[in-house]
């Protein structure tokens, strides 16, 4: 059963910011500004530093109930919001380390 989303009509303008979408669906920061970069959600780039994305409440609806219906179609990247070997290494690290595992 779909989760009814029509509260958030009234609860939030047309278009709102980077900050009210990541708190509405419950995600970091970063994955909101990737899943706006890589057009997962239609948004309006304006450039700026911040209050960078407009996005409308609509979109934000439609990005909820496909992820609900399925989550497959929405999938990032394995590890791409974990620092994991990252932050231990650095990246200059992690380049030098997968050349060696190749040999």
Known sequence: MATDYSHLLAEYPEKICQDQFYRICRISKRKATWLLENGYI????????????????????????????????????????????????????????KKACKR
């Open 42 to 97: 239609p948004c309006e780039d304006t450039g700026k530093k911040t209050r960078r994305f407009k996005i409308r409440i609509t979109d934000v609806i439609e990005y909820l109930t496909r992820l609900e219906d399925s989550p497959e179609s929405l999938l990032t990247p394995p590890g791409i919001f974990s620092i994991g070997l990252q932050a231990h290494f650095g990246v200059l690290g992690l380049i030098f380390l």
